[in-house]
């Protein structure tokens, strides 16, 4: 997912601030068609431009704005967490946008500038990550926004899960695994390894022998692999970002290991219905990029929408994405 990231240079350093768990929510969302009642301005604040996760969420967001009267403009912070709240920042000031979308590369950091976002009145949609100290919830953690996430420990414990699976589906005692971590300097990140490797340590017979930077390029993967295969050339099962994961096993071909991929590009669901990956962690990720434009643009106009929204309730069943599961999925987006 995770959807899924490339082009990386992230710098995530944390602000301190009290952050209040949003109360109570709202009535179930209107039908779209109320977001043609008015021109409005929509601000997304994604991961980066280069990131084919974030270009995909923005292709949603703009459709849909698009279709209902809206315009939709994509700020790039280019995963720097700082130059993201900046942005955020200039653009309260300024009134720009009615609507906030935002991929939070650090969502402690943000946290004041959300804050104001809603003190100024406008709609602000939390996408695919938290915005809080939090990453174990998709309950709103300022008070006054929205959420679409899929809390990074919860897509963490997902894809233990699927490696666990891979396992034993060849009955394999040992098995050892391998754990491409995204980038160790996002808090996100941290949180989605600590849950992967804790239901992994958990698992009977599952080894996690390698844990190592696997960032979200290509690039990145092929040198992490060749790390690991250098250190444990009996690896079993690798788990990584999907952009990593096509690096990683462009090493390591002939090797029988066993992939399970944090992404859902149409080459991740490809690879994984051809039964050359065992498994990805699934989002329907333009789909969602017009669901938040969706939420925003109806608060924006007055409508009542649900405050809490998870990611994977959006299409049941495809999150956890074997080869079965993905059967009838074609993926939205290309790397």
Not at 31 to 42: D, H, L, Q, V
Not at 146 to 153: C, Y
Request: net charge negative; with cysteine.
């Amino acid at each position: 997912m995770l959807a899924r990231w490339t082009a990386l240079a992230a710098v995530a350093l944390l602000a301190t601030a009290c952050v209040n768990p949003s109360s109570t929510a709202g009535s179930a969302t209107p039908s779209a068609t109320t977001a043609s009642s008015g021109p409005k301005r929509i601000g997304f604040f994604g991961f980066a431009k280069a990131n084919s996760f974030a270009a995909a969420t923005f292709a949603g967001v703009e459709e849909y704005a698009r279709a209902n009267g809206a315009t939709a403009e994509f700020l790039d912070p280019n995963f720097d967490a700082q130059a993201q709240v900046r942005q955020l920042q200039d653009a309260v000031t300024a009134r720009r946008f009615d609507v906030f979308v935002v991929q939070a590369n650090d969502g402690a950091a943000v946290v004041p500038a959300i804050r104001s976002a809603v003190q100024a009145g406008i709609s602000v949609v939390v996408h695919f990550t938290p915005v809080g100290t939090r990453y174990d919830t998709a309950q709103p953690q300022v008070d006054g926004t929205i959420t679409l996430i899929d809390p990074p420990a919860l897509n963490g414990e997902g894809l233990g899960r699927l490696a666990v699976q891979a396992c034993e589906s060849k009955k394999l005692n040992p098995c050892e695994v391998g754990y491409l971590e995204g980038l160790k300097a996002l808090p996100l990140d941290n949180a989605r390894t600590q849950a992967a490797v804790g239901v992994l340590e958990a698992a009977p017979g599952v080894e996690v022998k390698a844990r190592l930077e696997g960032g979200y390029t290509q690039e990145s993967g092929r040198k992490a692999m060749q790390d690991v295969l250098q250190k444990d050339p009996g690896i079993d099962v690798i788990i990584g970002a999907s952009q990593a994961i096509l690096g990683a096993e462009a090493v390591a071909k002939g090797k029988d290991i066993m992939y399970v991929a944090n992404g859902a590009s149409r080459q991740t669901v490809k690879a994984v219905q051809e039964g050359r990956w065992y498994a990805a962690y699934y989002l329907p990720v333009k789909t969602l990029g017009a669901k938040a434009a969706e939420l925003g643009l109806n608060k924006a106009l007055g409508e009542q929408v649900p405050d809490t929204n998870v990611m994977t309730d959006v299409e049941p069943g495809t999150s956890m994405g074997t080869k079965d599961a993905l059967a009838q999925v074609t993926g939205e987006y290309d790397e």
